[in-house]
């Protein structure tokens, strides 16, 4: 289960509560065009004020939450409404799109593996600006955008040529991207289970289907409304976004309902799968009752046959009592009662097919 | 279940009656500006007359529904609409937003927990006006607006310097904000329940499963129209509200939206619950059942055996009477019988994996 | 089941048929403005053409369609369209709103519950004119509208203050507010069914599971399109309705997203019911076969060895036959065995949780 | 299960594949105006060419698809678009509508029962033009239209002084008109149904709910795409159909609403009945495995008893083999064990309510 | 399973991975008007350059994704927009349209029936032009096009008269029309098993419904798409539609109609089949339990009273021990008894319907 992060109720709107497990903030800032390539970590904000200046594309990363004085000398420097503030701050939120003043404000959710191979999400807030780009990751370490430093270090294809609308994109889609190889090990793990549900259903399964269910809801809570996010980025009709970028938002937006439609055929899969398990577990278990149940009833009389000739009856008191017992024939011929009976119920059974 | 309260069919629209269990009625005016905060008890409506004609924000907080002449006279003074009079009367109601002539009509309901931990509803009536509002609680007690008034005494944040449609904001963002203790407590509740009905369902989980269903049902049926509430007051083209609260409106709403996602979720995971809860119980017992149906299938031929020994058939009549039971060897020899029987019941079950 | 009533198929569109039960036709006049009101029988179209002249409010109340020619008179006097009495007469219709040239014709359910408590279902057709309100009503005795009727008469509140519209509203309002109390009541009988459920469910449950699924299904049926009528009534752009009339529509489409709000919530109560009534069963079928089964369990080999030595092998053929009867503790041995045998299986049935 | 066809995939879209059951085509032609009537059989489409040119109304009625040249031929007279004589060959299809040009083409099903009682589907497409109205049929002899002919014979109503479209509008009132009757028919089928599931569930039932659900599916594929057409027809804006026949089509709207209610609750109702099925069938089996494992447990412990003392332990060798076989009062006291045990089983058995 | 395709996350959005089981590429040209048809294979892109420049409909089919080189060269001789190119090269994926600047690129998916009777897709990328149609297929061997090419080549119908557009159309509706013998198949499957789980359900049945079910899934995720994508095409303002093409368009969408209307009947479908093998399952059982366990009943009784008789209590010590042992008519009088309870038993399971 997703765990819940909101500020105290009755706090102020604009409130900023530092999550309990933040990591120290640290500021890379990345400064191109399509001559100049600069990347440098900095240690106060007043080193970026040139940035803010000149005509070059500037991306700002920050990672760790743990300083609010440096984010919200941040959100002065580069006039960041204060409620994006409060929401960098809020982690574990659902993915939206707030369009500010001059500014798009976005929060997306990260998808990585950790090495238990669960799930786990990050929060990555970006802000788009006139010519820069501001991105918060909650976790230093994790760089799932160290090949997009290096497209842009390389000037590999277009990216250096572009504005810096052109790099949030490529930010959006490299975030999104990232959920395919989720996607992917979700669906292996299903096809895995489908074989061993028809086979013969097991009580791990039961966890497995679970595990999955969670896992898959866990994914379409945060690809939905980035997908939403993504349409309205592809019909905004700011001039944050030029007409060169916006076919490649709506390559995105295509990747996002790809992803969707994966998720919600798993999720269809899974539902079918817990069907699938209830009906074959009731198979097996009505085959083993039926075939107990056949075999006893075929016993049951037998057993009555040979205590009703266990009975004590003295034959001496009269001639009526239990007669069978002093026949010369009597014992083999109640086996053979015994065997007609059985044969004849075996016959029946097999005729109802029920055996 | 919720109570239904509803005036009795046939009654004028505007008829007001007074809930069964309505509380004295107190008036509690505040009123400020930058500079300026006052707070008092209010004993007759006239002493608001004042406040009308300032061009300080004023906010009038009425708790207790149990005086109808007073609010009567209110609404007179504010010239209240006689259809939001009666809402404001009709306590247990769907939350909604009526826009009247110059004046919004909220009514909300905010959500407590009670010292038995079950979830309580209050309704709150929000009146916003050209420059006042009005505030109309069930109950004296509860206060959810304590930390409100606390920053408006403080000055806190930019709180005072705003309009009072930036009051209004704050005190739905309040309430909705409510919600969000009272859905984690049914996330921990579903936690708790997962490992439980993935190791050993009890019967008393039944229970539990309906009772956060229920819960979940009412928490739905209260969030859904303020959520819809919420985005009509963002897209409200009326003058009341003013760009610089619209983004906070927009803020509120992606709270709401982000308490329908817990809460849709939830409602999913109680479904899967109901399946896992179905499930696992049916495994269990189908375990049990063959356990001890094969078991019996063991016993059954043995005890069969024993009884045709046990027959009373008269050696001395014939040789053909049961010869075995003076056989030397008789005795070991059955025995022998009954383990083969068994031991190759023993191995047919194992190979057919029934054991 | 709804009994379905249908013109034949082929026949003219604006045919009438008269339904089987109908009842005689009479009609009664209300007439009135801020100043009078007149209240009569009326036994011929003719005596209405005055009503139609004068600038009062005129509200025709017709109870009974048994004279199709008394209502063709009608149509001809208020030029209803021909469609609209076809359809008065098809009782049982889906609830609907036709807008003709300058006229509005809504066709209505109202819901009663009879002496059995069952929910009984009356079409009212009502007609919107320039200066008057026709309504149509299929039993005469039946009287919902009689507080209507008692404010116009007292000229209380504002009714008499206004046009022939406010008076087609109240005459709505009061249909749809029925509708509390028959939903009320489906209320509180699945209070009561939800203990027994949880406690102990019986086969009576599975009945009135079912009778309150359907009647939930009728009210859901006329109240959903009354919904949909009351919403094009509220955006209606024709000038039958006045400014001052819309609140007051949006009021009661208020009430009937309330209804449908308790429908919809009760209808998945229901759901969960049959889910809780059907795993309560299963758990409770569940453990009482389990505890018999496992008292079966512990007495089948115990049964078994005492049908071992009741075998009646001739000890004296051979020392192997059955040395224990003759064994001085044969006795007590078997006994112990025995008991040491149950013992045992109490002791792993009670390891493995299965008592 | 629906018949399928459809052109062989590769062909040209306009291509035309008679199909195989197809039967002779014939002609006949109805015309009038308020004036005059004139109905005869058509031999060759040259016949047909005054008819285009006079003013009078033109209804030209096709019965069987066996000869392409002919109805191409019309086709060419009538300047029919190529699709929609492909169309009008293609039989089994989804209802739609087209619009051409200056013409509507509306291809509908219509529903019959044959005489083992089930539904038959036949297609219907009707061509409306300027001042002409094409309908082709598949089967000659069943002839919905005979009373629609007999009302334009005798000039009832307003029939014959309308346009075309109003006689368009007719016939496809006349195609939804006759769903009624076969839509009431499952009603009724349900019906008794309900009782019998009820009270007690048998095995036809299940195939008799499958059945229900089959013609629902069959009707609900019809009637959905015909509410569409109807709808599109209301609001279509070509100069095809007059002001005074959309009063009309709105009305065919409203039935096919009424109709879809109708199936869809139905529809519900066949849920709920599987429900109920299983439920009650379970219910039923769980009340007799109760009864009879509660009985069987009661002997059980009975027969151990007598078991024991049965067992042939050599009173001679030692005092402790059974001593109470030799008891004066062994066999009255082992009864009355019996019987207390019997008795406190069936005590224990009546508290926990298990009999 | 679909088997998942995309570029590494954090590559260029327009990077090119060729697939792993990409097949040679070869390109083959179509140049045609009304009065001429030329066919050539195409060795290097600059045999294209003239085609690009004539005024006839040039359609360029290529197949095979294994030469990057090649598609590239012919992205810049047709000016494709790279993230086309992309899209050409990422198989399996979702179809969509993508608008660019005065192109359209469609991306589709054929299906197949391979030798093993399985659904299987291969990708269709569609670029159209100004007077061009690029069509990429993924396997050079499969040709649905070649009857669209011969009615090319023999100038049928108006294919050869009209401009680019109509032939995107028809290659559009050859690949739509393909699916019905798909759908068809799967139809005929359903039929299939209808019976035999009406019948007899077996444990085979429930793999050939999961089979089903996935099949379908894998349809709809095809299907589905492509309506949205003729949609689109229909509404489309772009120039490169011509008004001529739109009805043609419009029918096609309508055979998606079709196919997604078959396609969702075919899922409600097997959700029945599941709940009639389900319930037809357990009906076996419970009938063969109910049955076993009457028997059972029967005879535990009886072989009570012969297990009472059989016990040897000394008559000898006591007149009361066992007196029936020596009365005259003790044997028959306990088989009368035996007889009477049987009968007794089975009378009441008779009246109770148990047997």
Redesign the interface.
């Known amino acids: ?2 765990k ?1 992060h ?2 105290p ?6 409130a900023v509560s530092v999550p309990a497990e933040a990591r120290p903030t640290s500021i890379k800032l990345i400064e191109y065009d399509a001559h100049s390539f600069v990347e440098k970590q900095v240690g106060a904000v007043d080193e970026l004020l040139d940035s803010l200046e000149n005509q070059k594309v500037t991306w700002v990363n920050v990672e760790g939450l743990g300083s609010v004085e440096l984010l919200e000398e941040l959100g002065r420097v580069f006039q960041i ?1 204060p ?1 994006a503030i409060a ?1 960098i701050f809020t982690v574990g ?2 993915p ?1 799109l ?1 369009a ?1 003043d001059r500014q798009v404000f976005l929060l997306l959710q990260m998808v990585y593996q950790n090495d238990e191979l669960e799930l786990v999400f990050e929060q990555l807030s970006v802000l788009v600006g006139d010519r820069f780009v501001l991105t918060f990751q909650e976790e230093p370490g994790r760089d ?5 430093r290096n ?1 842009l270090r390389e000037g ?2 277009n ?1 250096r040529f572009l504005r810096n609308d052109y790099l949030a ?2 930010l959006i ?2 975030v999104i ?2 959920y ?2 989720a ?2 090990k979700i ?1 292996e793990a ?2 895995g289970l ?1 074989e061993s549900l ?1 086979e ?1 259903p097991t ?1 791990e399964n ?2 497995e289907v ?1 595990e999955i ?2 896992a898959l ?1 866990l994914l379409r ?1 945060a690809i939905w ?1 980035q997908r939403d996010l993504l349409l309205r980025l592809w019909h905004d009709d700011s001039e944050l976004l030029s007409d060169r970028t916006k ?2 938002i ?3 937006y ?2 996002s ?2 992803l969707i ?2 998720v919600e ?1 798993y999720r ?2 899974t539902v ?1 799968f ?13 085959e ?3 075939v ?6 075929i ?6 046959i ?10 001496a ?2 001639p ?3 007669p ?9 011929a ?2 053979l009662l ?1 065997a007609a009976v059985a044969g004849g119920m075996l016959l029946y059974f097999k005729r109802k ?2 055996l």
């Open positions: 289960m997703h819940l909101y500020p109720p009755g706090s102020a709107p604009t409404h409620l929401d939120q659902r939206h707030d500010y799932v955008f160290e090949p997009v497209r590999a294809g990216a994109y490529i889609d490299t991207d990232h395919f190889p996607v992917e669906g299903i096809e489908e028809l013969k009580r039961l966890r679970h269910r969670e809801a809570r409304p076919p490649f709506r390559d995105t295509d990747h309902l790809a439609d994966l055929s269809d899969a079918n817990m069907e699938l398990y209830i009906s074959g577990l009731s198979m097996r278990t009505n083993i009752v039926r107990l149940m056949v075999l006893s009833s016993f049951i009389p037998l057993t009555f040979a205590g009703v000739y266990g009975m004590n009856f003295d034959r008191s009269s009526l009592n239990m069978e017992l002093s026949s010369p024939i009597g014992y083999p109640v086996l015994m097919r029920w």
